[in-house]
């Protein structure tokens, strides 16, 4: 069974750091491109940042731009998302996934972050 199992969210203030992580298990993510997406309360989902399969290519949205670093360990079947300077408007739910299982409709649990004072 294919699953992924974001993890790492947590409360932390603003200008604070945090580091996500996303480990696949059922399958091994050497082959696939894999995002980081969020969900605010009240809004959609949107993309936060994507790596290819062999980490040659990495795109962030703009609002996370030089904040956000994404990263993958293919020995860990394992991707990360160190997130610094954060900011309250970050706030919401986290999750990876790949192309071929949102198609599907899969999404994981997410990890929750929340930035507050």
């Known amino acids: 069974q294919y699953q992924l199992v974001e993890s790492g969210g947590g409360l932390v203030q603003p200008g604070g750091s945090l580091r996500l992580s996303c480990a696949a298990s059922?399958?091994?993510?050497?082959?696939?491109?894999i995002g980081w997406f969020r969900q605010a309360p009240g809004k959609e989902r949107e993309g936060v940042s994507c790596?290819?399969?062999?980490?040659?290519?990495?795109k962030y949205a703009d609002s996370v731009k030089g904040r956000f670093t994404i990263s993958r360990d293919n020995a860990k079947n394992t991707v990360y998302l160190q997130m610094n300077s954060l900011k309250p408007e970050d706030t919401a739910v986290y999750y990876c996934?790949?192309?071929?299982?949102?198609?599907?409709?899969?999404w994981g649990q997410g990890t929750q972050v929340t930035v507050s004072s």
């Open positions: 996934n790949i192309d071929q299982l949102a198609i599907l409709g899969y």
């Open positions: 059922g399958f091994t993510l050497d082959y696939y491109a």
């Open positions: 790596i290819s399969s062999n980490g040659g290519s990495i």
